[in-house]
């Protein structure tokens, strides 16, 4: 079967099948409202969501063919010397810190002015330092032909062959003149199509899949549909990944747009609830621990404990000392009544002068989803 080729000049569509998408378009529209209205609510939500973030940095990776987890990637941050910790492993583990960063970064500019390519790529430079992919002119639009498919699979057997690289500048431009466009009919079917195209264009060596996955939050950011970039759209994607390829395939095969948009929006619906659901619980577990926190430590800095315990759930004895803004003897009498009282998991015993490393157990099993810790 030959490989599906790039859709030259049928960027945007113009036939969208709007009775098939408009039943689907105010659920959707509804169920991110509802989320966006929660975010609201909470008054330090890049805290309070900030394992949800390096979550979604996990998943989209792992659709990208990483292995870590939420846990082992914070261990790692959090300077875990555990044998477990492969090169490989820290190497994933990279991969997805790169994407945190990259997603800040991005957060950061658009504070000032609209996402564009200049932002775009300084995204890509970022997510591929010091990672796989660094050697293929990160921050740079590829000069060469590119193709999808199995490792060790040539252009003739490739699954998607993305845009020719003489096409690639004029591709780009439309694609950004169309992620600033106000004018379409729905904000969340245009992501839609924003989306499918980022990945059809494939511009970069690597390092695309992941990058196109962030624009969904950033987008939804920019349109101001959410108070704050933390919208998590990978968890789906990942759990649908062989639909997912082939939807996309399918844009550019059959010119089958409106399907991957009802796919798109389908999925937008379902995250919203599910990203819902974690985000209060994690806003309930945040009132509990500051409850339980006064009631154990009897200190005025319990609340800045409880917040660096959200900001950073696995940690380092040192960092919690120097990083959580308490005096020191403070700190230090707070670490170990929380140890005592079980909130704190011990992953490394402190020995000598290698750190002891805690984890915040019951956040990172809400993060997760299910139990780890």
Known sequence: MPPVSYHLGKFPPVDLDWARLIPLVGPANAGLARYDGLLSAIPNAQILLSPLTTQEAVLSSKIEGTHVTIGEVLEIEAGGESEAFTQPKRLDAEEVLNYRRAMRACVAEMQHRPFSQH?????????????????????????DQNWIGPQGSTIDTASFVPIAPEHLRFGMDEWERYFGSVTEPDALVQLAIIHVEFEALHPFMDGNGRLGRMLIPLFLFQRKLLASPDFYMS???????????????????????????????????????????????????????????????????????????????????????????????????????????????????????????????????????????
């Open 119 to 143: 932002i775009l790529r300084g995204a890509h430079e970022l997510l591929m330092h010091g990672v796989r992919g660094r050697d293929k002119t990160p921050g740079y639009y590829r000069n």
């Open 235 to 373: 968890g789906y994607l990942e759990r649908n990944r062989d639909e997912y390829q082939e939807r996309l395939r399918a844009v550019s095969r059959d010119g089958d747009w409106t399907g991957w948009c009802v796919f798109f929006l389908q999925g937008v619906r379902e995250q919203a609830a599910d990203n819902e659901r974690r985000a209060r619980a994690i806003l309930d577990l945040y009132d509990r621990t500051k409850t339980q926190m006064a009631d154990l430590t009897h200190s005025q800095h319990a609340i800045r404990a409880v917040d660096f315990l959200f900001q950073a759930p696995i940690f380092s004895a040192p960092t919690f000392i120097h990083h959580a803004d308490i005096p020191k003897p403070t700190a230090s009498r707070i670490l170990g009544l929380l140890r005592e009282a079980d909130i704190l998991k011990t992953l490394e015993e402190g020995r000598g002068r290698r750190a002891g490393i805690y984890a915040f157990r019951e956040l990172l099993n809400v993060a997760e989803g299910y139990e780890v810790f």
